[in-house]
């Protein structure tokens, strides 16, 4: 009997041993150990179903059943960080499993406050590769909440998690700790509205998920670097209408759970990059009636565009009034924090329309925030904006945008339209400008380039608060000028214009406020100074008038000061370059500096009489000058500026009086020139083709390529070639032929 005994006890050791699924029923919160206890041994279950109420102490049990990762980060960014110091198996002090719990089904669980801290995150310092340095003295005890499946609630090599039917929030990462390439299914129950952040994040091998009927929210990063198994199912064929709110990094690298999401058409929030790698090449159209926010996709690490879309038509509605069908404050509150907003990469650029509305501005703001470079090269986009309201840009945001015929703004940010050829219409709405890039800034000068490309521009327009804005820009005939708090200075004239009409406003511009003006054909000059530089360079002016003033006198569109009557001229004011055909010409006594700034590609030899002692701002620009006939033996004071271009054309040459080349080789900026002096054989003669030598070297400018001969005086040719310098064998008397141009030269 006692054998027979023995044995029945050895059988049920036995089963015991090899038993997988335990049922418990915890009456009373914090005994689920000893439940488990009185079915099985601990070292031997691998699945349970768990009945009743659980606290914290409860938790603590089945995650000593399971294998986990040890240690788990939650929090921190950088090198410092929280970590979670789990109880789970092999780690447990005094009571040690060997973690083969695989099944948990939580359905029919209740979570209830109280009990033990479930785990404990410590601040840590890592190296960078998770490693840890050092632990700091803060520590975060997690602890259960009524109906609330908390952080890192779940861990261990878990293959299949059903979380409590009477759940009705579930908390970031609550299965953080479980092994990635362990979890297969997961069933989260209707009463929960919205998926966690980091849900699950990271994990391999899922075959299936059951979500929630009525869902409101995926948070983010919930199915980041998640990827499904072959098969995978869900128990939904789409997701529902109710879904208005996707996280930042929600699909992440991720998996192809968005497929179930094909239409996107009720969302209200997208965060950045939550839907990168979505492919979306089916969809033709997108209309979201109430959208908030439209996150950033910016290329990932290898280049690729993290979402893509070919939509034709997206039609946007921003409005909070789609949040009131929202429950979950979370959501809400996370969106209260967020500006109506259109981020990088949420459209590319085959996208043609966008018709972008605010519905009650009132309550709500008037003001659409969009990112830099978000609608970056749409060549094709036309964006429609109701009047009254307005678009906060950043660095770039419609560079490109060739089709856009009007902007409201309510700042000015660097190359914010830069390139857009059809804008005509700028309207701005305060008299904030984007000014720094860096601990130094930008230069005012440098905005004029913002708007490179709005060849079509006409106007400026600002509301009456920003005209006469004690700091900022402001606006006045179309113009843009900015107010440093001191004086009012133009900073662009609108680059579409074909007529200018100058005033006394226009006396003070920043370098560059005319620097695009191509469309220019008519100056009409009005009191007051003006640009001579800028004036210059249109290049196609075609006639300048001037009103009834005191100052100046116009005679065939060249602009002259007043004399002492009406009939007479004082100084050159400005040559302008249209007006020159010619290719020699002979400075005057009176000119004021700068009167000859324009390129006048016809000129190719200026004449200096010895009456000028002193140059400035002399044709700084022209292209194909190469010849300066200076008449004095002393050479006048030349500026920096003038014959700038010139002076750095290789082949230029100076013709100074016999005698007087030492002179001008040493006199600053004249030094840089090739000085020669008059020759009684046949000079340097006139014309596009220059030659000249210095000591042996023969110099020849305006051969544009062609073939060079040079021949001695006996007709030997001792070069034949085309470069513009050539050293030759001895001093003599020697014959230039290029084309149809026969040029003597004397050599020393």
Same mark, same amino acid.
């Given at each position: 009997?006692?054998?027979?005994?023995?044995?029945?006890?050895?059988?049920?050791?036995?089963?015991?041993?090899?038993?997988k699924?335990?049922?418990?029923?915890?009456?009373?919160?914090?005994?689920?150990d000893?439940?488990?206890?009185?079915?099985?041994?601990?070292?031997?279950?691998?699945?349970?179903?768990?009945?009743?109420?659980?606290?914290?102490?409860?938790?603590?049990?089945?995650?000593?059943?399971?294998?986990?990762?040890?240690?788990?980060?939650?929090?921190?960014?950088?090198?410092?960080?929280?970590?979670?110091?789990?109880?789970?198996?092999?780690?447990?002090?005094?009571?040690?499993?060997?973690?083969k719990?695989?099944?948990?089904d939580?359905?029919?669980?209740n979570?209830?406050?109280?009990?033990?801290?479930y785990?404990?995150?410590?601040?840590?310092?890592?190296?960078?590769d998770?490693?840890i340095?050092?632990?700091?003295?803060?520590?975060?005890?997690?602890y259960?909440?009524d109906?609330v499946?908390?952080?890192?609630?779940?861990s261990?090599?878990?293959?299949?998690v059903?979380?409590?039917?009477?759940?009705?929030?579930?908390?970031?990462?609550?299965?953080?700790?479980i092994?990635?390439?362990?979890?297969?299914?997961?069933?989260?129950?209707?009463s929960?509205?919205?998926?966690p952040?980091?849900?699950?994040w =990271?994990?391999?091998?899922?075959? #299936?998920?059951?979500?929630? *009927?009525? @869902?409101?929210? !995926? $948070?983010?990063? &919930?199915?980041s670097?998640?990827?499904?198994?072959?098969?995978?199912k869900?128990?939904?064929?789409?997701?529902?209408?109710?879904?208005?709110?996707?996280?930042?990094?929600?699909?992440?690298? =991720?998996?192809?759970?968005?497929? #179930?999401?094909k239409?996107? *058409?009720? @969302?209200?929030? !997208? $965060?950045?990059? &939550?839907?990168?790698?979505?492919?979306?090449?089916?969809?033709?159209?997108?209309?979201?009636?109430?959208?908030?926010?439209?996150?950033?996709?910016?290329?990932?690490?290898?280049?690729?565009?993290?979402?893509?879309?070919?939509?034709?038509?997206?039609?946007?509605?921003?409005?909070?009034?789609?949040c009131?069908?929202?429950?979950?404050t979370?959501?809400?509150?996370?969106?209260?924090?967020?500006?109506?907003?259109?981020?990088?990469?949420?459209?590319?650029?085959?996208?043609?329309?966008?018709?972008?509305?605010?519905?009650?501005?009132?309550?709500?703001?008037?003001?659409?925030?969009?990112?830099?470079?978000a609608?970056?090269?749409?060549?094709?986009?036309?964006?429609?904006i109701?009047?009254?309201?307005?678009?906060?840009?950043?660095e770039?945001?419609?560079?490109?945008?060739?089709?856009?015929?009007?902007?409201?703004?309510?700042k000015v940010?660097r190359?914010?339209?830069?390139?857009?050829?059809?804008?005509?219409?700028?309207?701005l709405?305060?008299?904030?400008?984007?000014?720094k890039?860096?601990?130094?800034?930008y230069?005012?000068?440098?905005v004029?380039?913002?708007?490179?490309?709005?060849?079509?521009l006409?106007?400026?327009?600002?509301p009456a608060?920003?005209?006469?804005?004690?700091?900022?820009?402001?606006?006045k005939?179309?113009?843009?000028?900015?107010?440093?708090?001191e004086?009012?200075?133009?900073?662009?004239?609108?680059?579409?214009r074909?007529?200018?009409?100058?005033?006394?406003?226009?006396?003070?511009?920043?370098?560059?406020?005319?620097?695009?003006c191509?469309?220019?054909?008519a100056?009409?000059?009005?009191?007051?100074?003006?640009?001579?530089?800028?004036?210059?360079?249109f290049?196609?002016?075609?006639?300048?008038?001037?009103?009834?003033?005191?100052r100046?006198?116009?005679?065939?569109?060249?602009?002259?000061?007043?004399?002492?009557?009406d009939?007479?001229?004082?100084?050159?004011?400005?040559?302008?370059e249209?007006?020159v055909?010619?290719?020699?010409?002979?400075?005057?006594?009176?000119?004021?500096?700068?009167?000859?700034?324009?390129?006048?590609?016809?000129?190719?030899?200026?004449?200096?009489?010895?009456t000028?002692?002193?140059?400035?701002?002399l044709?700084?620009?022209a292209?194909?000058?190469?010849?300066?006939?200076?008449?004095?033996?002393?050479?006048?004071?030349?500026?920096?500026?003038?014959?700038?271009y010139?002076?750095?054309?290789?082949?230029?040459?100076?013709?100074?009086?016999?005698?007087?080349?030492?002179?001008y080789?040493?006199?600053?900026y004249?030094?840089e020139?090739?000085?020669?002096?008059?020759?009684s054989?046949?000079?340097?003669?006139d014309?596009?083709?220059?030659?000249a030598?210095?000591?042996?070297?023969?110099?020849?400018?305006?051969?544009?390529?062609?073939?060079?001969?040079?021949?001695?005086?006996d007709?030997?040719?001792?070069?034949?070639?085309?470069?513009?310098?050539?050293?030759?064998?001895?001093?003599?008397?020697?014959?230039?032929r290029?084309?149809?141009v026969?040029k003597?030269?004397?050599?020393?």
């Open positions: 009997m006692k054998r027979i005994a023995l044995l029945a006890i050895l059988a049920f050791t036995s089963l015991i041993a090899y038993s699924y335990v049922i418990v029923n915890v009456e009373i919160p914090g005994t689920l000893y439940e488990v206890a009185k079915q099985a041994d601990w070292k031997t279950v691998d699945s349970l179903k768990v009945i009743g109420g659980i606290n914290g102490t409860d938790v603590r049990t089945y995650r000593r059943m399971g294998r986990g990762r040890e240690p788990a980060i939650v929090g921190g960014s950088g090198k410092h960080h929280y970590y979670i110091y789990n109880e789970i198996a092999g780690t447990y002090v005094g009571n040690t499993t060997e973690g719990l695989k099944y948990l939580l359905s029919e669980a979570i209830v406050a109280g009990g033990d801290a785990a404990t995150a410590v601040y840590a310092v890592s190296d960078g998770e490693k340095v050092s632990v700091g003295g803060h520590t975060k005890d997690c259960t909440e109906n499946v908390g952080s890192l609630m779940l261990g090599e878990f293959s299949e059903i979380f409590p039917n009477s759940a009705t929030r579930i908390d970031a990462w609550p299965i953080g700790s092994a990635w390439e362990s979890l297969k299914k997961v069933k989260v129950p209707d929960v509205r919205v998926l952040e980091m849900l699950l =990271g994990f391999e091998n899922l075959e #299936y998920i059951e979500l929630p *009927s009525v @869902l409101e929210g !995926i $948070g983010s990063q &919930a199915f670097c998640t990827n499904v198994g072959f098969g995978f869900m128990n939904i064929e789409k997701f529902p209408e109710s879904l208005r709110y996707i996280g930042a990094g929600a699909f992440y690298k =991720g998996s192809n759970i968005f497929d #179930y999401l239409d996107i *058409s009720n @969302l209200v929030y !997208i $965060g950045n990059n &939550a839907l990168q790698s979505v492919d979306s090449r089916s969809w033709t159209s997108l209309r979201m009636p109430s959208v908030v926010y439209l996150g950033s996709h910016k290329p990932d690490e290898y280049g690729r565009r993290q979402f893509y879309n070919p939509w034709e038509i997206a039609d946007l509605t921003f409005s909070r009034e789609a009131k069908s929202i429950t979950d979370r959501i809400l509150e996370e969106i209260a924090k967020k500006p109506f907003f259109i981020g990088q990469g949420f459209f590319t650029p085959v996208l043609r329309s966008v018709k972008v509305r605010i519905d009650n501005p009132e309550m709500y703001g008037d003001t659409i925030c969009v990112e830099s470079k609608f970056k090269d749409f060549s094709e986009l036309n964006l429609e109701p009047e009254g309201q307005w678009i906060r840009p950043e770039s945001s419609f560079e490109g945008c060739a089709k856009l015929e009007s902007l409201p703004l309510s940010s190359n914010v339209v830069k390139g857009c050829s059809s804008l005509r219409t700028l309207n709405k305060t008299s904030k400008i984007d000014t890039k860096d601990e130094y800034g230069r005012l000068e440098d004029a380039g913002w708007f490179e490309g709005c060849t079509s006409q106007n400026f327009n600002g608060e920003l005209v006469g804005a004690k700091v900022g820009l402001v606006t005939d179309g113009c843009l000028f900015y107010n440093d708090g004086k009012t200075r133009l900073l662009i004239y609108p680059w579409g074909k007529n200018m009409d100058y005033t006394e406003d226009f006396a003070n511009h920043y370098d560059g406020a005319f620097k695009y191509s469309e220019i054909v100056f009409n000059l009005k009191s007051g100074d003006f640009p001579v530089r800028e004036m210059l360079n290049p196609n002016l075609k006639s300048v008038t001037v009103e009834p003033s005191t100046y006198k116009v005679i065939d569109d060249i602009v002259y000061e007043k004399g002492w009557t009939e007479e001229c004082g100084a050159l004011v400005c040559y302008p249209y007006r055909s010619f290719e020699t010409l002979t400075i005057e006594n009176s000119w004021l500096p700068y009167a000859f700034y324009g390129k006048y590609p016809t000129l190719r030899t200026v004449i200096i009489p010895r000028i002692t002193e140059i400035k701002g044709l700084p620009n292209e194909n000058l190469l010849k300066i006939v200076c008449e004095s033996t002393t050479p006048p004071t030349l500026d920096e500026e003038s014959l700038q010139t002076r750095k054309k290789f082949g230029a040459i100076v013709v100074v009086p016999k005698g007087a080349s030492s002179n080789k040493k006199a600053d004249w030094k020139f090739n000085i020669i002096e008059y020759d054989v046949d000079d340097v003669a014309g596009a083709v220059v030659v030598a210095d000591g042996r070297m023969l110099m020849v400018a305006g051969a544009d390529g062609q073939r060079i001969d040079v021949f001695s005086a007709g030997r040719q001792v070069y034949s070639g085309t470069d513009s310098s050539v050293e030759l064998p001895q001093a003599g008397v020697y014959v230039v290029t084309g149809a026969v003597k030269i004397a050599v020393r």
